[in-house]
């Protein structure tokens, strides 16, 4: 399959698979209308980012055999089902915000690398991700493909689901909508959470097959 046809191929696939509702898509949808914009896309920007490490073991064979591993999966399982419990659990337990805080909310440095790091292993930690690469690559790859190529179907990939949760975070973050959230920002978090919670035991009791 030559360079263009495989883009082709790669963007309708994985641009459906991006914008299916997921554990992604809560997080980034609880993180942009909770704490705003530049907090969803860079939640964004660490769910492309794991991507990278899905692209990576599939360039090398590695998602057949963890597809195909039962104790590779239930590995991925617990830990991903575990993670996303964890952070429903910190939904949970938000608390309301003083009006000080409220009105001019004050994000360390450190926030901003604790969401990239909870989008980036909230997307590692898919049980689902082996099996769908594996999928995917099969259509796209061949033994004699060039590393320079597989490196632009890799780049392409992280980039389209950055776009799609990217123009989720700016529809989510405009002012008629996110200001009325995030005056209740705490519920947000409560619900969200919740919803976490849900897809985390779902992920722990559902058979990955």
């Not at 337990?93 to 690398?113: C, M, N, V």
């Not at 604790?114 to 049980?127: D, M, R, S």
Request: a positive charge; hydrophobic letters at 55%.
């Amino acid at each position: 399959m030559d360079l263009l046809h495989g883009l082709i191929v790669i963007t309708s696939i994985h641009f459906l698979a991006a914008a299916s509702p997921g554990p992604d898509f809560v997080l980034v949808t609880q993180q942009t209308l909770a704490k705003g914009r530049r907090m969803g896309l860079l939640c964004s920007l660490g769910i492309a980012l794991g991507l990278s490490v899905h692209i990576l073991y599939s360039s090398f064979g590695l998602a057949a055999l963890i597809a195909n591993s039962a104790v590779g999966l239930w590995v991925i399982k617990i830990l991903g089902g575990s993670y996303l419990l964890y952070l429903g659990y910190k939904g949970l337990r938000a608390k309301p915000q003083s009006a000080t805080t409220s009105a001019a909310p004050i994000i360390e440095s450190s926030s901003y690398l604790k969401t990239i790091g909870a989008g980036f292993w909230c997307n590692v930690l898919n049980p689902k991700a082996p099996i769908y690469f594996v999928s995917l690559f099969t259509v796209v790859l061949s033994p004699d493909m060039p590393l320079y190529q597989l490196a632009i179907y890799g780049a392409w990939i992280m980039l389209i689901q950055f776009i799609w949760f990217a123009l989720v975070v700016v529809v989510l973050s405009r002012p008629a909508i996110n200001e009325k959230f995030q005056r209740m920002g705490h519920w947000v978090d409560r619900v969200f959470g919740g919803a976490m919670v849900l897809l985390g035991l779902k992920v722990l009791t559902t058979k990955v097959s």
